[in-house]
């Protein structure tokens, strides 16, 4: 009788970790799909039919696309947006302004070694500071053999709680990070995309 119970435990186990495998395949696959279209400059995913661009900041070397109709927010509006002394330098917005794409560069020092303490220290903070609000993935990964550490989470804004995909990197010794955010009620359309845009980033010397 055991004998059975453990065969039944184990053939369970064996089916839940080939659906789980199965899934994360899925996803690894749909994202793939998702870059390729960000480097072809239009996507076409569920709801979303977007012309694409590839922006050079900071003299050419970090790289990001972006959609075409989204425009770069004044000072002004970047102040107004964002009031805390650590605001971005570049802010990426769509129409309604509800979709943002911000990219800072800060003069604190940051080897490629420390990345993923920094992302842990910074996600640690926003746990302690918000501790209502949720992890929801994070992870690391490599492009042009720098490590990129990133994680998502919620936050609280005026129009509603938004999803945010957090990633940063050392960039000449120093911290380079951006943030795509949307409000969480949209995120189920747009996180692959923030994924593939995340995922797309390219350095050049």
Do not use: W
């Not at 800072?104 to 910074?122: G, I, K």
């Not at 005026?158 to 995120?187: A, D, H, P, W």
């Amino acid at each position: 009788m055991d004998d059975h119970l453990d065969e039944k435990i184990l053939s369970i186990k064996e089916i839940l970790l080939g659906t789980e495998e199965k899934a994360k395949q899925e996803e690894a696959d749909e994202l793939e799909v998702m870059m390729d279209q960000i480097r072809d400059l239009e996507v076409t995913h569920n709801d979303l039919n977007l012309e694409m661009v590839q922006e050079s900041l900071f003299n050419g070397k970090f790289k990001i696309y972006v959609p075409c109709e989204f425009v770069l927010m004044t000072p002004k509006q970047i102040k107004v947006k964002y009031p805390h002394d650590d605001r971005p330098l570049i802010v990426y917005m769509n129409k309604k302004n509800n979709i943002n794409i911000s990219v800072n560069h800060l003069p604190d020092e940051l080897s490629d070694d420390d990345v993923m303490e920094l992302r842990n220290v910074m996600k640690q903070v926003h746990i302690n500071v918000n501790p209502n609000e949720e992890i929801l993935d994070e992870g690391g990964f490599k492009v042009s053999g720098k490590t990129i550490g990133y994680y998502a989470f919620t936050s609280a804004a005026i129009g509603g709680q938004m999803y945010n995909l957090m990633f940063i990197t050392s960039f000449e010794e120093t911290v380079l990070s951006c943030n795509l955010n949307c409000l969480m009620k949209e995120s189920e359309s747009l996180k692959l995309f923030f994924y593939g845009i995340m995922r797309t980033i390219e350095f050049t010397d």
